[in-house]
């Protein structure tokens, strides 16, 4: 029975002999979690603001959804550095914020 050896490359264990997948190694499910997260709270800021009532809560919710944008455009930052073309058409942020 042949002996195989495993190579550590870039914080992977791949056999020398076989091709290595740069499209899987690209993924990254988390960053892909942490994006619907933040969308999902973005929704959900959104839904809270349009009922509360209360002039002190609605300008809590305003700081509220600025922040949940700086972190969606953080994370949609990391993933185009990361070359990751997912089209996320569910919940588009307005621009005007």
Same mark, same amino acid.
């Given at each position: 029975?042949?002996?195989?050896?495993?190579?550590?490359?870039?914080?992977?264990?791949?056999?020398?002999?076989?091709?290595? +997948?740069? =499209?899987?190694?690209?993924?990254?499910? %988390?960053?892909?979690?942490?994006?619907?997260?933040? $969308?999902? &709270?973005?929704? !959900?800021?959104?839904?809270?603001? +349009?009922? =509360?009532?209360?002039?002190?809560?609605? %300008?809590?919710?305003?700081?509220?959804?600025?922040? $949940?944008? &700086?972190?969606? !455009?953080?994370?949609?930052?990391?993933?185009? =550095?990361?070359?990751?073309?997912?089209?996320?058409?569910?919940?588009?942020?307005?621009?005007?914020?």
């Amino acid at each position: 029975m042949p002996e195989y050896t495993l190579a550590r490359t870039a914080g992977t264990m791949l056999s020398p002999h076989v091709p290595r +997948d740069t =499209e899987h190694e690209r993924y990254h499910p %988390e960053l892909e979690t942490e994006l619907q997260e933040c $969308l999902f &709270c973005l929704r !959900r800021n959104q839904m809270m603001f +349009d009922l =509360e009532v209360d002039t002190d809560l609605i %300008e809590q919710r305003i700081y509220e959804r600025q922040a $949940l944008l &700086c972190r969606y !455009r953080y994370l949609l930052a990391k993933a185009r =550095e990361l070359g990751l073309h997912t089209v996320l058409a569910e919940y588009r942020p307005s621009a005007e914020g």
